[in-house]
């Protein structure tokens, strides 16, 4: 095998390995905005659950801007039975 033969072959691995990360971030980047959003929602509704919430104004006026935030909320909750393995399944720990 000549040298080129071999570089030409090691750059294309190299590039494929570089896309692969690329796009698993982009996967995790957007799986942590997801996540992001979901704790945002906590912070305004959390008084629902329990939690302290910042001022009843503050609220009023951003829940216009979380209609797909509460939609988003209810359909997680309503098919999440266990976060661990929806964490292990996007970390594809078998």
């Known amino acids: 095998m000549n040298?080129?033969?071999?570089?030409?072959?090691l750059s294309k691995w190299l590039s494929v390995i570089s896309n692969l990360f690329r796009a698993k971030s982009?996967?995790?980047?957007?799986v942590e905005l997801r996540e992001l959003?979901?704790?945002f929602t906590l912070i305004i509704l959390g008084s629902f659950i329990g939690l302290p919430s910042p001022p009843t104004n503050i609220s009023l006026r951003l829940l216009p801007?979380?209609?797909?935030?509460i939609v988003v909320s209810s359909s997680v909750s309503a098919r999440l039975?266990?976060?661990l393995?929806?964490?292990?399944?996007?970390?594809e720990v078998t």
């Open 3 to 9: 040298k080129s033969g071999g570089r030409g072959f």
């Open 26 to 30: 982009v996967e995790y980047t957007y």
């Open 37 to 39: 959003e979901n704790v």
């Open 65 to 69: 801007y979380m209609a797909r935030e």
């Open 81 to 83: 039975d266990d976060m």
């Open 85 to 91: 393995a929806e964490m292990a399944g996007l970390f």
